[in-house]
C-alpha cells in the first residue's frame, strides 16, 4: 500500500467517526477516535513530504506549485528514480547496494522489478549525476560523491624461477 493509498482509507474512517462523533456528543471514543486519526492523517502527509526527493542546491521544493515547478531547471527524475531516492534518503549515511534497494521498492512501495533493470537504472542515475557510484564497490551507490578507495592489495616481490624450482644443471631452460 502506497502512502496516498494510506491517506485515503484513513480519511475516509476519520471522517466516519467525526459525523459519530456529531451524533453522538456523549459518546467520548468517537471524538477521541477522530482526534487520533486525524493525528495519523498528519503524520502520514509529513512522511509523504519527507519521501519526496529534493535537490541538494536548491532547497525543499516540494510544496511550490506546479506553475513553478515547470519553469524550475532541475534534474527531472520519474517515479521509480524519486523511489530509489527516497530509499536511499532513508539510510543513514544515503550509500545502498542493490538489494537493499530491491528490498527497499518492495516494502516501501510496493514495486518489484529484475536485478538487471535495477542495475541498468542506477547506472543511468549515476550518469546524470543524481547517485554516484562508491569507488571500490560494485553496485553500491551513495547520494555523494565519495572520494577513491585506497587500494587494498600490496604488490610483493614475486619469487623467480630458481628460487621456485631450484637451479637444476639438466634443465632444459
Given at each position: ?26 459518546k467520548q471514543r468517537h471524538s ?97 549525476a543524481i547517485v554516484f557510484p ?9 547520494l555523494d560523491q565519495l572520494p ?26
Amino acid at each position: 500500500m502506497k502512502i496516498d493509498e494510506a491517506l485515503e482509507v484513513v480519511k475516509g474512517i476519520h471522517s466516519l467517526n467525526s459525523q459519530a462523533a456529531v451524533a453522538n456528543p456523549e459518546k467520548q471514543r468517537h471524538s477521541k477516535t477522530a482526534e487520533d486519526l486525524d493525528n495519523v492523517v498528519q503524520f502520514l502527509l509529513e512522511k509523504k513530504r519527507q519521501s519526496m526527493p529534493i535537490p541538494k542546491d536548491i532547497g525543499d521544493i516540494s510544496d511550490l506549485p506546479p506553475e513553478l515547478l515547470n519553469e524550475l531547471s532541475v534534474v527531472r527524475t520519474d517515479e521509480l528514480e524519486d523511489q530509489i531516492l527516497s530509499i536511499m534518503h532513508a539510510c543513514e549515511d544515503g550509500v545502498v547496494n542493490i538489494d537493499q534497494v530491491l528490498v527497499g521498492l518492495y516494502r516501501n512501495h510496493g514495486v518489484i522489478k529484475e536485478r538487471r533493470f535495477l542495475q541498468n537504472k542506477l547506472y543511468r542515475m549515476s550518469k546524470k549525476a543524481i547517485v554516484f557510484p562508491v569507488p571500490g564497490e560494485r553496485a553500491v551507490y551513495s547520494l555523494d560523491q565519495l572520494p577513491p578507495a585506497k587500494p587494498t592489495t600490496e604488490v610483493k616481490d614475486v619469487p623467480t624461477f630458481e628460487e621456485l624450482f631450484g637451479d637444476d644443471e639438466d634443465s632444459p631452460f
